[in-house]
């Protein structure tokens, strides 16, 4: 509980947020967002739709909030929906939630603000750090959050990457295996790891405009109101100006 309260602050002081990982044995990669790109952008909201919203719901996201703000044409904007769905719905999970927690354990939680909570560097060093595990469930693992019940659905773009272990000591005189990287996968996956790393890039950049999409407007009016600020301060010089020209006047004496 004090954790989420601490994250509440610091987003309303606008301090930027990266938590480290759960227990994880790399460090987080760094990932750069533009959200000024929107073809990037609407790359990413596909990924999500192709990828994540089998599972999981955005459901404090629409589907018109998205079409709007990437300035998407019709037949852009229907693609990202399922059939039955208008612009003005939430973009749910393809997956019943009954379903899914037979499946998963429980339910796969909504990625709205997921962002916001982990950060864009979290998010890209977990997409990117699966890596063959036989003695999970679905046979993975991953870097920055140990034993996540999830399975790897970028597997057959990245291929299935394999563990780097190193022995360590610990204080009572025995050993154990800790994991300290990645190496590439034995089987390579069917994208070169440029283009999956792109696709990555671009998934990350939608969820991050997702937890904030009014961000955007505000980066957009960013340029006006440096202008009215730079034109308020030259019109204040020149009235600072004026007012001291005649109180500097020296006074004429009878």
């Not at 759960?22 to 990924?47: C, E, F, M, W």
């Not at 749910?92 to 379903?99: E, G, K, L, N």
């Not at 590439?184 to 790891?193: H, Q, R, S, T």
């Not at 009235?239 to 006074?251: A, E, F, G, Q, S």
């Amino acid at each position: 509980m004090m954790k989420v309260l601490v994250i509440f602050l610091l987003n309303l002081l606008g301090v930027g947020v990266v938590l480290a990982s759960d227990g994880g044995g790399i460090p987080l990669k760094h990932v750069s967002v533009n959200l000024a790109d929107r073809a990037a952008l609407y790359r990413g909201a596909q990924t999500f739709v192709a990828q994540c919203a089998t599972c999981h719901t955005a459901e404090y996201m629409r589907y018109g909030r998205v079409a709007s703000d990437l300035h998407l044409s019709k037949a852009q904007a229907e693609s990202l929906m399922p059939p039955h769905l208008k612009l003005g719905d939430e973009m749910v999970s393809f997956m019943p939630a009954d379903y899914a927690k037979t499946v998963f354990g429980t339910v796969p939680p909504d990625l709205t603000l997921i962002a916001r909570v982990r950060g864009a560097d979290w998010l890209y060093t977990y997409l990117t750090s699966f890596y063959a595990d036989p003695t999970k469930r679905w046979g993975v693992n991953n870097a920055v959050f140990p034993g996540v019940n999830m399975p790897d659905v970028f597997a057959a773009m990245q291929g299935v990457q394999e563990p780097v272990y190193n022995t360590v000591k610990l204080p009572d005189g025995s050993s154990e295996e800790r994991l300290v990287g990645l190496k590439a996968p034995v089987i390579p996956g069917n994208m070169p790891p440029a283009e999956f790393d792109s696709l990555v890039r671009d998934l990350v950049a939608y969820m991050v405009y997702m937890g904030e999409p009014a961000k955007m407007q505000r980066m957009s009016y960013g340029p006006y109101v440096l202008g009215f600020i730079l034109l308020f301060t030259v019109l204040m010089f020149l009235l600072k100006t004026d007012y001291w020209r005649d109180i500097k006047k020296p006074v004429k004496s009878d």
